[in-house]
């Protein structure tokens, strides 16, 4: 079966980087379209980004364009979020997710909390 | 992109329907009819519940439906259940080639 697993959250300082990883199993990773979102403790969810089956586009939610970075390892079945200058804001769960073929997201993970303060 | 905007909570009793309203732009949902409604259970990620407006995963009860109007899409609930108790959401495909979801709806089973 499908299973998408997150890892690298933690506690991070403002202005600091941290870089979420996402392991893929149970279905042709190198085929599919994966996405990002988030959803900050009490809110609700929040697109942050996809990147296209074989990595050659990615798209970013405006709010984290040029300081977030989709990528993807397909040797090793692996999303990446690379994050950088980090704000109290980006405080969250952050889920990775595969896209269903027909622009909706199919498989989430678990997702992995992420907080950012001083 | 602005959030699309649900109504923040939706309330029934068991066996009734409800439906949850999600309004968009000409830029989102008017354009495409690419909306996909997710489930969402406290401390648990989000299930996609349908998709492409009013299409259903397999294993998604059929109580579950889609539709959409302009720029209105709509999920109805119909024979509400208890299990049914939990935060839903809608997601457009958008021309700016992103995704868009919206507000939230708690829907609660009375």
């Known amino acids: 079966q499908v299973q998408l697993v997150e890892s690298g959250g933690g506690v991070v300082q403002p202005g600091r980087s941290l870089r979420l990883s996402c392991a893929a199993s149970g279905f042709t990773f190198s085929s599919s379209a994966m996405h990002w979102a988030r959803q900050a403790p009490g809110k609700g969810l929040e697109w942050m980004g996809n990147?296209?089956?074989?990595?050659?586009?990615?798209y970013y939610a405006d709010s984290v364009e040029g300081r977030f970075t989709i990528s993807r390892d397909n040797s090793k079945n692996t999303l990446f979020l690379q994050m950088n200058s980090l704000r109290p804001e980006d405080t969250a769960v952050y889920y990775c997710?595969?896209?269903?073929?027909?622009?909706?997201?199919?498989?989430w993970g678990q997702g992995i909390l992420v907080t950012v303060s001083s | 992109q602005s959030a699309l905007t649900q109504p923040a909570s939706v309330s029934g009793s068991p066996g009734q329907s409800i439906t949850i309203s999600c309004t968009g732009t000409s830029g989102d949902i008017g354009t495409y009819n690419l909306v996909s409604w997710y489930q969402q259970h406290p401390g648990k990620a989000p299930k996609v519940m349908i998709y492409?407006?009013?299409k259903r995963p397999s294993g998604v009860s059929n109580r579950f439906s889609g539709s959409k109007s302009g720029n209105t899409a709509s999920l109805t609930i119909s024979g509400l259940q208890a299990e049914d108790e939990a935060d839903y959401y809608c997601?457009?495909?958008?021309?700016?080639?992103?995704?868009?979801f919206g507000t939230g709806t708690k829907v609660t089973v009375l």
């Open positions: 997710a595969r896209e269903g073929g027909s622009y909706y997201l199919s498989h």
């Open positions: 492409e407006g009013s």
């Open positions: 997601c457009s495909y958008a021309s700016s080639r992103d995704y868009v």
């Open positions: 990147i296209l089956y074989d990595g050659s586009n990615k």
